[in-house]
Protein backbone atom coordinates (compact mmCIF):
# COMPACT_ATOMS: atom_id res chain seq x y z
CA UNK A 1 0.00 0.00 0.00
CA UNK A 2 1.22 3.32 -0.35
CA UNK A 3 -0.33 6.50 0.91
CA UNK A 4 0.09 9.98 -1.11
CA UNK A 5 -1.26 13.24 0.41
CA UNK A 6 -0.71 16.44 -1.88
CA UNK A 7 -0.46 20.23 -1.01
CA UNK A 8 0.81 23.44 -2.32
CA UNK A 9 -2.28 23.98 -4.74
CA UNK A 10 -3.96 27.95 -4.23
CA UNK A 11 -5.30 30.64 -6.62
CA UNK A 12 -2.47 32.67 -8.16
CA UNK A 13 -2.41 35.07 -10.98
CA UNK A 14 -0.82 34.25 -14.67
CA UNK A 15 3.26 33.90 -14.59
CA UNK A 16 3.05 33.28 -11.04
CA UNK A 17 4.58 30.33 -9.64
CA UNK A 18 3.60 27.39 -7.44
CA UNK A 19 5.40 24.42 -5.96
CA UNK A 20 3.24 21.28 -5.31
CA UNK A 21 4.44 18.66 -2.90
CA UNK A 22 3.41 14.75 -3.18
CA UNK A 23 4.29 13.50 0.29
CA UNK A 24 4.18 9.52 -0.01
CA UNK A 25 3.83 6.51 2.50
CA UNK A 26 4.31 2.65 2.50
CA UNK A 27 7.28 2.99 -0.54
CA UNK A 28 9.99 5.16 -0.84
CA UNK A 29 9.92 7.19 -3.94
CA UNK A 30 13.04 6.44 -5.01
CA UNK A 31 11.73 2.98 -5.72
CA UNK A 32 8.80 3.64 -7.59
CA UNK A 33 8.06 6.08 -10.83
CA UNK A 34 5.81 8.87 -9.54
CA UNK A 35 3.82 11.01 -12.03
CA UNK A 36 1.76 14.41 -11.75
CA UNK A 37 -1.57 14.39 -13.60
CA UNK A 38 -4.42 17.07 -13.49
CA UNK A 39 -8.12 17.14 -14.39
CA UNK A 40 -9.76 20.03 -15.51
CA UNK A 41 -13.62 20.84 -14.93
CA UNK A 42 -15.39 19.07 -17.60
CA UNK A 43 -12.39 17.71 -19.16
CA UNK A 44 -10.50 14.56 -18.59
CA UNK A 45 -7.49 13.57 -16.34
CA UNK A 46 -4.31 13.89 -18.29
CA UNK A 47 -0.35 13.44 -17.73
CA UNK A 48 1.48 16.00 -16.28
CA UNK A 49 5.31 15.16 -15.88
CA UNK A 50 6.90 11.50 -14.32
CA UNK A 51 10.44 10.83 -12.85
CA UNK A 52 11.48 7.12 -12.88
CA UNK A 53 12.59 5.36 -9.83
CA UNK A 54 16.39 4.26 -12.36
CA UNK A 55 18.26 7.59 -12.73
CA UNK A 56 15.23 9.50 -12.07
CA UNK A 57 14.56 10.15 -15.67
CA UNK A 58 11.61 12.68 -16.18
CA UNK A 59 9.14 13.32 -18.69
CA UNK A 60 6.37 16.22 -19.51
CA UNK A 61 3.47 16.84 -21.31
CA UNK A 62 4.26 19.20 -24.25
CA UNK A 63 1.85 21.53 -22.86
CA UNK A 64 4.32 21.78 -19.58
CA UNK A 65 7.88 21.59 -21.11
CA UNK A 66 9.68 24.40 -20.43
CA UNK A 67 7.81 25.68 -17.63
CA UNK A 68 7.39 22.53 -14.86
CA UNK A 69 9.80 20.41 -13.75
CA UNK A 70 8.90 17.35 -11.60
CA UNK A 71 11.64 16.36 -8.40
CA UNK A 72 12.02 14.24 -5.87
CA UNK A 73 13.76 14.18 -2.28
CA UNK A 74 14.66 10.98 -1.16
CA UNK A 75 15.05 11.50 2.52
CA UNK A 76 11.64 13.33 2.81
CA UNK A 77 10.26 10.58 0.76
CA UNK A 78 8.44 13.54 -1.39
CA UNK A 79 8.00 14.25 -4.97
CA UNK A 80 7.65 17.91 -6.41
CA UNK A 81 6.34 19.78 -8.74
CA UNK A 82 7.94 22.99 -9.48
CA UNK A 83 5.26 25.28 -11.62
CA UNK A 84 6.78 28.42 -13.19
CA UNK A 85 4.84 30.93 -15.72
CA UNK A 86 1.52 29.75 -14.73
CA UNK A 87 -1.10 29.97 -17.21
CA UNK A 88 -5.40 30.10 -16.96
CA UNK A 89 -5.16 27.27 -19.04
CA UNK A 90 -3.06 25.10 -16.47
CA UNK A 91 -6.48 25.59 -13.72
CA UNK A 92 -6.84 22.20 -12.71
CA UNK A 93 -7.49 19.88 -9.80
CA UNK A 94 -3.45 17.94 -9.48
CA UNK A 95 -3.08 14.26 -8.62
CA UNK A 96 0.44 12.69 -7.89
CA UNK A 97 0.39 9.17 -8.43
CA UNK A 98 2.64 5.81 -8.20
CA UNK A 99 3.75 3.00 -10.20
CA UNK A 100 4.60 0.16 -8.17
CA UNK A 101 6.14 -1.36 -11.68
CA UNK A 102 3.83 -4.58 -11.23
CA UNK A 103 2.40 -4.01 -14.89
CA UNK A 104 -0.75 -2.30 -14.15
CA UNK A 105 0.46 1.45 -14.54
CA UNK A 106 -0.31 4.56 -11.75
CA UNK A 107 -2.45 2.61 -9.32
CA UNK A 108 -2.09 4.52 -6.39
CA UNK A 109 -3.85 7.89 -6.28
CA UNK A 110 -3.47 11.10 -4.01
CA UNK A 111 -6.77 13.28 -2.90
CA UNK A 112 -6.13 15.88 -5.12
CA UNK A 113 -4.77 19.41 -4.61
CA UNK A 114 -6.91 22.62 -6.61
CA UNK A 115 -4.74 25.15 -8.85
CA UNK A 116 -6.80 27.99 -9.95
CA UNK A 117 -4.51 30.22 -12.32
CA UNK A 118 -6.16 33.82 -12.88
CA UNK A 119 -5.86 36.02 -16.17
Known amino acids: QVQLVESGGGLVQAGDSLRLSCAASGRTVSSVDMGWFRQAPGKEREFVAS????????SYADSVKGRFTISRDNALNTVYLQMNGLKPEDTAKYYC????????????WGQGTQVTVSS
Open 51 to 58: ITWSFGRT
Open 97 to 108: AADLLTGSGYNY
